[in-house]
Structure formats: structure tokens, C-alpha cells
């Protein structure tokens, strides 16, 4: 392997443990991993597909961990879980046919909204613990609010972890902890759903698919680890952010 090829898998690695740390805690880790991948010349698209199998595989790492914390609500699996499938499913079919240019227009203006609501009132994403919970019966809304978050997560990928935490804190009235645990139990289902889309559609190169997927493991379990031990206060601040880096990172890269 040629030595700029060694140092841009090792960049690839890097983005990786800070991706896998950044979504378990917060969102948002896609924005380091698409242009690591887009370094090693993949076409958008095509890296678009490839970090789906990290996707996946810190989201597994990362929920059986928040799991054996007791931080993840298991009663809630089905009714969050099933409408997001169902969007992710229709984005991710979306995504593959849609031009490159697409994608950067739609992530923008959704971290843009994100990072105001987070500005202006940053306990509609994250609540406070006591608050405590509501289910799907008691705001049946939030099946639309967990498709819609299904539907951009399939499309683009990056950022959606601050859309789902929206939707389990601002609908659902999830703390931080419990929210993240749920997100990444959205984020492995529909993953899934959407690498398989994108590998039928030949975009996915599946090399640096399982070295980003390594390196985001390490990252996950590192992210877990701390989210667990964290305030609320503290996880707010990180949220916050991660969005503002993610909105300036993508309004620098245009």
C-alpha cells in the first residue's frame, strides 16, 4: 500500500472512533466519516453507502452496551422501531436514484433547524429526566415524527441522530440517555435496511465499509462509557455543539 493510501485509511480511522463516540452521545458523527470516506476517492453516493455498514455496527455496539446500563427502554422498541423502517426503507430507495448535488442542500438545512431549536430552547430535544416519558398512545404524533426521521435517515444519514433525538425528547419526552439508547436501536434497525438498498444498487465499497465499521466500534463503547456517567447538563452542551460544528463544517465545505 502507497504511504498517502496508509495515511488516508489512518484518517479514515481516526474519523471513525470520533464518529462512533459522537453518535452514541450526541449526532452527527457522519459528517466526519462522509468526507474521510470521499478522501479515499468515493463518489458521494458511493460513500454514502459504504458508511452504512458503520452505521450499523456502532449502533450495535452501542445499544447492548447502553442495554447491560439499564438505559434502554425496551417497551418502546416496536412503536419507535417499525415507522422508522418504513422511512428509512423509502429515503434510503430515494437516496440511491438521487443526484450527488441533493444531498448536501437537504443535510444543511436540517442541522440549520436543529441548531436553533437547540439555541432557543435546547430541553424540547433533551428534557429533563424527571419529566419522565410518554408513550406512542399518549402522543400518537410521534409515529409520524419517527418516520419522518426514518425517511431523512435513509435519504442522507448524517445528522440524523439530531433528528431522532427531536422526536424521543421533543414528542416523546425521552431524557438524553434513554433517548440516545433508543436512537441507535433506530439508527442499527434502519441501517440495515438502507445497506442493503445501497449494496444492491453496487454502492458500497466494502474495504473501507469494515475499516470505518472497526474503528467506529472503538468509538461507540468509548461514547457509551461516558454518556452513562454524564449530567444532563453536560450532554446538553454536547449536543448543542456537535450542531453548531455540523452546520459550520457543511456551510465551509460549499
Known amino acids: ?42 463518489p458521494a ?30 417497551e418502546a422498541l416496536a412503536p419507535v422501531v417499525i415507522p422508522t423502517v418504513l422511512g428509512a426503507g423509502c429515503g434510503a430507495f430515494a437516496a440511491s436514484r438521487a443526484p450527488d448535488w441533493l444531498l448536501e442542500p437537504v443535510l444543511l438545512s436540517t442541522m440549520v433547524v436543529m441548531a436553533l431549536v437547540m439555541l432557543v430552547k435546547p430541553t424540547l430535544v433533551a428534557p429533563d429526566e424527571e419529566l419522565g416519558a410518554l408513550t406512542w398512545r399518549e402522543r400518537p404524533v410521534a409515529l409520524f415524527g419517527m418516520f419522518g426521521a426514518g ?9 440524523v441522530g439530531f433528528v431522532l433525538l427531536g422526536v424521543l425528547g421533543g414528542l416523546l419526552r425521552y431524557d438524553l440517555v434513554r433517548a440516545n439508547a433508543l436512537k441507535l436501536v433506530c439508527t442499527g434497525v ?9 449494496a ?15 474503528a467506529t466500534i472503538v468509538g461507540s463503547q468509548l461514547g457509551v462509557r461516558f454518556a452513562v456517567k454524564a449530567s444532563p447538563r ?21
Do not use: D
Open 151 to 159: 425517511l431523512y435517515g435513509g435519504f442522507v444519514q448524517a445528522g
Open 234 to 254: 453536560v450532554l446538553r452542551v454536547i449536543v448543542l455543539a456537535t450542531v453548531v460544528v455540523s452546520v459550520i463544517a457543511i456551510v465551509l465545505r460549499r
Open 45 to 74: 453516493g458511493v460513500a454514502n453507502g459504504t458508511n452504512r455498514l458503520a452505521v450499523v455496527a456502532q449502533s450495535v455496539s452501542g445499544v447492548l452496551l447502553y442495554r447491560k446500563a439499564g438505559k434502554l427502554s425496551s
Open 200 to 214: 444492491a444498487a453496487a454502492q458500497v465499497e466494502w474495504i473501507p465499509a469494515a475499516t470505518l465499521a472497526a
Open 1 to 42: 500500500m502507497e504511504p498517502e493510501a496508509i495515511v488516508l485509511h489512518g484518517v479514515v480511522i481516526v474519523a471513525g472512533i470520533a464518529a462512533g463516540f459522537i453518535n452514541t452521545v450526541a449526532g452527527g458523527g457522519s459528517l466526519l466519516t462522509l468526507p474521510a470516506l470521499m478522501l479515499l476517492g468515493l
Open 190 to 198: 434502519f441501517g440495515i435496511v438502507a445497506l442493503s438498498i445501497f
